[in-house]
């Protein structure tokens, strides 16, 4: 399985950026699938996830700004990311694995987004 991330980019803040995730086999095969983000000096960090049965969560700081989804279609993952911060100055990897908990199996190389004020 590969995970190929695209569409980061330098936005100015209040911009918005559309993440994609092309999985090489079909989505629906991963439990669950997720946006993760690692900052300089940082650990990697959970953005947001979406389950098999398309419940999704988001960390705390990007709620109402960031939507995940899913197009089984196209085997593809998305972040919408809208109303961007500085502090959303990342490397973000797109994750898959296959059970609801535990480490993830599979993961992208990372697409970067930085953000100036």
């Known amino acids: 399985v590969q995970l190929v991330e695209s569409g980061g980019g330098s936005v100015q803040a209040g911009g918005s950026l559309r993440l994609s995730c092309a999985a090489s086999g079909s989505v629906l095969s991963f439990v669950a699938m997720g946006w993760y983000r690692q900052a300089p000096g940082n650990e990697r960090e959970l953005v947001a996830e979406i389950f098999r049965g398309g419940f999704t969560s988001y960390r705390d700081s990007v709620k109402g700004r960031f939507t995940i989804s899913r197009d089984d279609a196209k085997n593809t993952l998305h972040l919408q990311m809208s109303g961007l911060k500085p502090e959303d100055t990342a490397m973000y990897y797109c994750?898959?694995?296959?059970?609801?908990?535990?480490?993830?199996?599979?993961w992208g190389q990372g697409t970067q987004v930085t953000v100036s004020p």
């Open positions: 994750a898959a694995r296959n059970a609801y908990e535990g480490p993830n199996d599979y």
